[in-house]
């Protein structure tokens, strides 16, 4: 009963993806101030330098600036077929046709009902007999907080009001409560709320339309949020509803889709939304940025983010600097789908975003070589807390690189950012022992143990190839 009780104390926050290879504390390169990069824009396409060229190899071997981290690197440099472009962008509000056709992508033809928290009189008179239960046992208030009276007694008044809201709801509550369609209008969060959560948050500029439906014959909860305030991020989520369903209602609903077959209909939902062009974000960038794959037959990411002028958009942002002539960035426009046994059990539409212009359609690009060995040197800043693996020697594997635009600042803008290409420099970073033989790692899902050699996939570098300077990474999201 105490963690039903206590639930009642959450409000439902947007999901924060996990996991992304933590930057160098300090630069290498860096012009965001010194013109550099704007001088760049200007710049006419130049020929490709002497001695570099799509499909060439580059091979080197180094270690960490502190010793701890071996690199062994073998790159080709990535072909680029047609003019890479700089944009401009901002954040785009989300509407309510759009929030209705990506309902529609995901509920097909089934009803699409106003979310509602309601509660019938029975309801009402069974929450307000739980909260009275639960304030009635001092002691046991003050067990569960680990002895804190002060939290104790938060607590116990929060539900004193919550209680006075359900005695003032219950007058006028009916016996059964009516579905209602959808009517695509935004509101204010508080709209959605149950009667005992009402009045206890201040608005703070978020506007939501919040629906429920089902899908594959279970409940769903569909929510596009707009943030009108403060930094202004548009998100749009759906997901099983768990008060209702489970995963194992998923695992028994029918035989799922394999891997393939997943990022096909993900493909295949996002081209319905009518929001732009998507592609899949590679195997190699989605593991490094915790952001997808995972176990086909159990829980697996997808992830997708824009296509502008044929390039793909990069999973992360730049992180702003903290000279407050640079407006913050958003985070880059990104699907994620999660799937259990071959099953949709959630999305998230993340960063909303409308490109405004072009600062440059077809901008000159700093030469691959020069683009790598500043690459090199933050792959010298490399440590074993920032790979994430441990052992007496941790050897990194520096061989794939991706040409994608990522979201930098823009000077003296406060609204908007560019788009704008750079290197993504990605490896496998693996532990060894003392005898050299790699560090093995124990897991235990509860059904079964077994183990894996100690390694992750990682973001090892990344280059604006513009003006060369340090991405600071920052997933955004």
Not at 167 to 191: G, I, M, N, R
Not at 297 to 324: C, N
Not at 327 to 354: C, D, K, N
Request: proline share 5%.
């Amino acid at each position: 009963m105490k963690e039903k009780l206590i639930a009642l104390l959450l409000t439902a926050a947007i999901l924060g993806l996990a996991g992304c290879q933590a930057t160098p504390e300090r630069d290498i390169v860096t012009s965001k101030n010194d013109g550099a990069f704007e001088s760049a824009l200007e710049a006419t396409p130049a020929p490709a330098a002497e001695g570099g060229a799509p499909g060439q190899e580059y091979t080197d071997s180094f270690e960490s600036a502190d010793g701890t981290v071996s690199v062994d690197l073998a790159l080709t440099e990535p072909a680029v077929s047609g003019p890479v472009p700089v944009l401009t962008a901002r954040p785009m509000e989300i509407t309510g046709q759009q929030a209705e056709r990506i309902a529609r992508t995901m509920f097909g033809d089934e009803e699409i009902y106003e979310y509602s928290e309601e509660m019938t009189r029975a309801e009402i008179e069974q929450a307000i007999l739980d909260c009275r239960q639960f304030i009635s046992d001092w002691d046991g208030m003050l067990d569960y907080y680990g002895g804190n009276e002060a939290t104790a007694r938060q607590v116990k008044e929060d539900f004193e009001g919550r209680i006075a809201r359900l005695e003032e709801a219950y007058q006028t509550a009916s016996e059964q409560t009516q579905s209602v369609p959808c009517d695509w209008q935004f509101h204010p969060s508080s709209y959605y709320q149950s009667p005992d959560m009402q009045g206890m948050f201040e608005d703070d500029g978020t506007r939501e339309i919040k629906a429920a439906s089902t899908r594959e014959g279970l409940p769903w909860v569909f929510s596009a949020y707009n943030r009108e305030e403060g930094n202004r991020v548009h998100n749009v989520c759906a997901f099983m509803d768990d008060r209702i369903a489970s995963q194992d209602d998923l695992k028994s609903a029918g035989q799922g889709m394999d891997a393939e077959a997943m990022k096909a209909w993900a493909l295949e939902a996002a081209e319905s939304m009518d929001l732009g062009e998507w592609a899949l974000l590679s195997d190699e960038a989605a593991q490094a940025m915790g952001l997808g794959g995972g176990d086909p037959e159990g829980v697996y990411f997808v992830t997708l983010t824009r296509v502008y002028g044929g390039v793909q958009a990069a999973p992360y942002a730049d992180r702003p600097t903290t000279d407050e002539q640079y407006a913050p960035v958003y985070g880059p426009e990104t699907m994620q789908f999660q799937f259990i046994a071959g099953h949709l059990s959630s999305f998230w539409y993340l960063g909303a975003s409308q490109t405004v212009g072009a600062a440059n359609e077809s901008v000159s690009l700093l030469p691959f070589g020069e683009a790598l060995e500043r690459a090199k040197e933050q792959m010298k800043m490399l440590t074993k807390d920032r790979l994430g693996v441990y052992g007496e020697d941790v050897r990194v594997t520096a061989d794939r690189v991706e040409l994608a635009l990522a979201c930098v600042p823009m000077k003296d803008n406060a609204t908007d950012y560019y788009l704008v290409p750079c290197y993504s420099f990605y490896g496998t970073a693996a532990a060894y022992d003392a005898a050299g033989q790699p560090v093995m790692r124990q897991y235990d899902d509860g059904q079964r143990q077994w183990e894996e050699p100690e390694q992750a996939e990682a973001l090892l570098a990344a280059i604006n190839a513009v003006d060369g300077s340090v991405i600071q990474v920052d997933r955004g999201l």
